[in-house]
């Protein structure tokens, strides 16, 4: 019986696929858009997106999606959408007082309710009675909301995500300003740090949910059993079409390297112009960076470069980068330099010697040596010609003496 191992039994093991979130950052510059539009308009990548979006949905029925959009000035959820706040006049007195419990109001609880009144008209809130009456009469002036048509040809959550996107799509389009549209850059640091939240708040609730990791070990042998892991898979999808902004390179390297600790893929298709920092971000997370020639064809770049997850990239050659600019930004001027200075303390980069020597980040006395100064111009040495003799040039040819 001794040799009977039953601690089989009790492993838990998951055959599935573990569950895969996919945040893609959308740059929705209207002014690069524009220049775009002959080979790729706007309407056609957000419907060419979606048909990529369902695609992944459809792999697991886990798979969760995020779309970020990094606008001209601003950076807007598209989906899930941004909750609105809500009402005070739909609380009820329940509500009230479970909120007061939590600290989120200023309101004092007596057991009467007559003095709760009193003191609530003299805060100048209202009562339960005028709550009441506030609700009706705002359920009755409140219209229904206009659900889509039913289609019979469409999975259901999928047309929920359409439905979403697109709202959120248009009420952006209808509240950008004419200021922003002569903005040849987006927020993509803003836009990168709400994707990197979002993540790390879902794979906390996952890891509340089901736990992260479950061990099992045996107190007679003290061998552990296999350790079954079911982590969120996450991974950014960045689709640029602007060009590279210097006053976000600080922002955006801070986003890269919480990316990098937190094993998070940063994928860039970069639909046109060139972007220095978004190299390195891909470079430094082993993400995918993939600059198309034929924009047109987003959709084919979509699903074979970018569809497949951290798991499936393993058994396949993903496309790679023949060069990586990795230029940096200087603090300074903010332009991209290929040589500069660098701060021994905080590493701060200049592009020139700062004003007194003074680093313009911490304050420490930067030793430059002797730079700026002349340096020493050493007369070169002339060579002496040597004294040729005679008749050694002349060609003749003496015989050669006899004894």
């Known amino acids: 019986m001794n040799a009977v191992d039953g601690s089989d039994h009790y492993e838990r ?16 510059n209207p002014h690069a858009w524009t220049l775009l539009s002959p080979t790729l308009t706007i309407s056609k990548a957000i419907c060419t997106i979606l048909v990529f979006i369902n695609a992944h949905l459809a792999f697991n029925n886990t798979n969760q999606i995020a779309l970020v959009a990094s606008h001209s000035g601003q950076a807007r959820w598209l989906y899930p959408a941004t909750p609105e706040p809500v009402s005070r006049s739909y609380e009820t007195h329940g509500e009230a007082n479970g909120k007061a419990s939590k600290g989120d109001t200023d309101m004092v609880i007596v057991p009467s309710d007559s003095k709760l009144d009193l003191r609530l ?31 019979a040809n469409k999975y259901r959550p999928f047309r929920e995500i359409e439905d979403i996107v697109m709202d959120s799509l248009r009420d952006l389009i209808a509240r950008t ?13 803003g836009a990168l740090s709400m994707a990197l939240a979002y ?31 079911r982590t969120l898979q996450s991974r950014v999808l960045v689709i640029s079409v602007s060009s590279d902004s210097a006053d976000q390179y600080i922002p955006i390297m801070n986003s890269i390297f919480a ?6 893929l940063i994928d860039v298709l970069k639909l046109h112009a060139s972007s220095t920092f978004l190299q390195q971000a891909s470079d430094a997370t082993s993400g995918i960076y ?5 924009p047109s064809a987003l959709l084919q770049y979509l699903m074979v470069a970018f569809l497949p997850d951290q798991t499936s990239r393993q058994h396949l050659i993903s496309p790679t980068q023949s060069s990586v600019d990795f230029r940096a930004a200087c603090f300074c001027h903010k332009n991209v330099v290929d040589v500069g200075f660098v701060c021994s303390i905080c590493l701060s980069i200049f592009c020139e010697p700062p004003e007194g020597a003074i680093c313009l980040t911490c304050g420490t006395h930067l030793a430059l040596g002797n730079y700026g100064a002349k340096p020493a111009v050493v007369p070169k040495q002339k060579k002496k010609k040597k004294k040729k003799a005679i008749g050694s040039n002349t060609g003749s040819r003496l015989a050669t003496p006899q004894p």
Do not use: M, W
């Open 259 to 264: 990316a990098q600790r937190k094993r998070i």
């Open 199 to 229: 993540i790390s708040r879902a794979t906390q609730l996952l890891s509340e949910q089901t736990g992260i990791s479950d061990t099992v070990q045996n107190s007679d042998s003290g061998a552990s059993s296999k350790q079954t892991s």
């Open 121 to 151: 008209k003299l805060k100048g809130l209202k009562t339960d009675a005028d709550k009441s009456a506030s609700r009706d009469d705002i359920v009755k002036d409140t219209p229904e909301p206009r659900l889509p048509p039913p289609d």
């Open 13 to 28: 093991e998951f055959n599935e696929p573990p569950p895969a979130l996919l945040t893609i950052v959308l740059d929705t």
């Open 290 to 294: 993939l600059a198309p020639e034929a």
């Open 177 to 189: 300003e004419p200021t922003h549209l002569s903005s040849h850059t987006t927020l993509l640091a």
